[in-house]
């Protein structure tokens, strides 16, 4: 993926999403993989294996897991077994997310943005800037029942301090796999560059004239079914435009068949 790697600023990122080295002294081996797969919802093994360093690894680190209560498993779609993390393993964790299998018509979106996430912070500038992935599951938790507005698949903070061209930017990160109308999808990248507030902030400031925007850009991870639509929606912004970036989905994200 030829984009640019993200970090973490003070963009309303709250401490206890801050990663802490050796994962927050989660007493399990690959600690930072469990972790990963509590804000993502769920992941597949083979996605898994990535980030544990192999298969093998992968379904050693699975057995630990859910010997300690801290994981289940199934296979909730074609592929390789899902893997997510239960009540027990999200208190470990430190999250306080509701505990949930992931939901069936949502698999495909959720290997789409895991594959997103693996791509971009396997990078070697977005390690050497410190950068920080705000998960939607994180965005979604500030909130309570109800919600009525939009939320990205994720945000990708950029720390003041990298040496990058955008550090200290915030971006909105949406991984499109089925295309919506290009009308709807102009007004999604519209409603996310207009944000200035934080997700979770009082209406009255989610949108405040004069105030820097929230976002510096959104970044679309797109499917071949969905590309063009976006790409529409883009050219349709004017000036804003500039401010939306529109790339294929990394290798891996559609699910196995």
Not at 39 to 62: I, K, S
Not at 154 to 179: F, I, M, R
Not at 190 to 201: F, M, N, Q, S, V
Not at 222 to 248: I, M, Y
Request: net charge positive; aromatic share 6%; hydrophobic share 45%.
């Amino acid at each position: 993926m030829t984009v640019p790697e993200a970090g973490e600023t003070p963009h309303g990122v709250d401490d206890a999403a801050r990663p802490r080295p050796g994962g927050r002294g989660l007493a399990v081996r690959d600690p930072d993989a469990l972790i990963f797969a509590a804000d993502m919802y769920g992941v597949q093994l083979d996605q898994l294996a990535q980030l544990t360093g192999g298969e093998r690894a992968a379904r050693a680190a699975a057995a630990r897991w859910r010997a300690l209560g801290y994981a289940d498993t199934a296979r909730l779609s074609s592929g390789p077994a899902w893997l997510w993390v239960t009540k027990a393993g999200l208190a470990a964790c430190g999250r306080s997310y509701p505990a949930a299998t992931p939901a069936l018509s949502r698999l495909a979106h959720i290997r789409a943005v895991t594959a997103t996430r693996i791509a971009l912070e396997a990078t070697g500038g977005y390690r050497a800037a410190a950068a920080f992935w705000r998960c939607e599951r994180r965005i979604r938790s500030r909130h309570g029942v109800g919600l009525r507005e939009h939320l990205p698949d994720a945000e990708v903070h950029w720390p003041d301090t990298a040496s990058v061209a955008w550090a200290g930017e915030c971006w909105a990160v949406e991984a499109e796999l089925s295309p919506k109308t290009a009308a709807r999808t102009a007004a999604i990248m519209r409603e996310i560059l207009a944000r200035t507030g934080d997700y979770g902030c009082p209406a009255a400031e989610a949108i405040v004239p004069g105030r820097p925007p929230r976002h510096a850009r959104v970044l679309y991870l797109c499917s071949p079914a969905a590309l063009g639509t976006v790409r529409r929606a883009r050219a349709s912004l004017g000036p804003l435009a500039a401010r939306v970036e529109v790339r294929d989905l990394p290798p891996g994200a559609p699910l196995p068949p």
